[in-house]
T-cell receptor, first 112, second 113 residues
Framework: KQEVTQIPAALSVPEGENLVLNCSFTDSAIYNLQWFRQDPGKGLTSLLLIQSSQREQTSGRLNASLDKSSGRSTLYIAASQPGDSATYLC???????????FGAGTRLAVHP | DVKVTQSSRYLVKRTGEKVFLECVQD?????MFWYRQDPGLGLRLIYF???????EKGDIPEGYSVSREKKERFSLILESASTNQTSMYLC????????????FGPGTRLLVL
């Protein structure tokens, strides 16, 4: 059974730091891996989607990498800002029907 | 822009009540999903549907049922609400292909007293 783990569970950094969030999964047979952002009390917003054949995706200050063979992904946030404060969720798609399996998330706080 | 809407942002119900949560999407997506989110547990899939009138159990279907009479609408039903169903409920939709993302609604925070 696929399991997704995110480390750390919480992170607090000063503004301007570069930071890395980690995600690992137990079964390498995935279609894709996604990173989502969730603001308190809100729904999820997709940040980056990496297909199983890809190694990384970039969007602005965000870069996500995927190493399928080792079951790992990292989300790199450059020059963090207070507006980046949110919970970041990693999810993989495996099996049929485009079902997602989520990690528990990393709660990020960026302070001025 | 894709829009997924949920009928309520906040809901307070009593134990034993029948509860309906409704989700509507405007992107003609085949797939629709209901998740619940609890602290420390992340999102867990309750039910999903890949077509009108079709449904499949997710990881935690006990105590829930669903209905999909129209393509754009997917309802989650708590037949007899219990306090352990107090949670944040999130609806999502997507195309069926594995390379497509899911689009999420804003969530319904349900409190069962």
């Amino acid at each position: 059974k696929q399991e997704v783990t995110q480390i750390p569970a919480a992170l607090s950094v000063p503004e301007g730091e570069n930071l890395v969030l980690n995600c690992s999964f137990t079964d390498s047979a995935i279609y894709n891996l996604q990173w989502f952002r969730q603001d308190p009390g809100k729904g999820l917003t997709s940040l980056l989607l990496i297909q199983s054949s890809q190694r990384e995706q970039t969007s602005g200050r965000l870069n996500a990498s995927l190493d399928k063979s080792s079951g790992r992904s990292t989300l790199y946030i450059a020059a963090s800002q207070p507006g980046d404060s949110a919970t970041y969720l990693c999810a993989v798609t495996s099996g049929g029907y485009n079902k997602l399996i989520f990690g528990a998330g990393t709660r990020l706080a960026v302070h001025p | 822009d894709v829009k997924v809407t949920q009928s309520s942002r906040y809901l307070v119900k009593r134990t034993g009540e029948k509860v309906f949560l409704e989700c509507v999407q405007d992107m003609d997506h085949e797939n629709m999903f209901w998740y619940r989110q609890d602290p420390g547990l992340g999102l867990r899939l309750i039910y999903f549907s890949y077509d009108v009138k079709m449904k499949e159990k997710g990881d935690i279907p006990e105590g829930y049922s669903v209905s999909r009479e129209k393509k754009e609408r997917f309802s989650l039903i708590l037949e007899s609400a219990s306090t352990n169903q107090t949670s944040m409920y999130l609806c999502a939709s997507s195309f069926p292909r594995g390379q497509e993302t899911q689009y999420f609604g804003p969530g319904t925070r349900l409190l069962v007293l």
